[in-house]
């Protein structure tokens, strides 16, 4: 049982260290924890990334791809010799690849207290709709 749990945390810490096509800044990655949720109008997706400032975000569209970016300012830790930490100081990088249904032109994405908000609006033809029924 302990050899599988050590497998399980061995597995989740690999994955929290992402691996961005292309790098220019120096530094960790790590895949942001997301929350997504379907509405009938749309998907809101959450993505946890602590210590980014909303100038420091990027989030784009490409080829159907939703790249989110956040760069962490690393200044205000240097120096610091911490006691306990639960997570690492690092960037955040995380893809997601789009359907058709979703209303590119219409994303919306907010910043608060280092937590992502996207908006993925539905294209009419994806929205659920009421069909009248008729008697014959």
């Known amino acids: 049982m302990a050899d ?4 399980e945390i061995a597995t989740k810490e690999k994955q929290q260290l992402a691996k961005p096509q ?3 800044r ?5 895949v942001p924890d997301v929350n997504i949720y379907e509405f009938d109008d749309s998907l809101k997706l959450w993505a946890d990334m602590p210590g980014v400032k909303e100038k420091d975000v ?4 490409k080829d159907g791809v939703l790249t989110i970016v956040g760069q962490v300012a ?6 610091l010799r911490p006691m306990y ?3 690492n100081v690092g960037n955040y990088h995380r893809e997601f690849a789009l359907n058709e249904d979703i209303d590119e032109s219409k994303i919306r994405a907010t910043l ?5 908000e996207l908006e993925l609006p539905k294209k009419e033809k ?5 069909i009248q029924v008729r008697t014959a």
């Open 22 to 24: 292309e790098q220019t």
């Open 74 to 79: 690393t200044d205000m830790y240097a120096g």
């Open 85 to 87: 930490t639960e997570y």
């Open 58 to 61: 990027s989030v784009t569209l």
């Open 4 to 7: 599988q749990e050590t497998r």
């Open 126 to 130: 994806a929205k659920p709709r009421q």
């Open 112 to 116: 608060k207290n280092g937590v992502l």
């Open 26 to 30: 120096p530094g960790r990655y790590y």
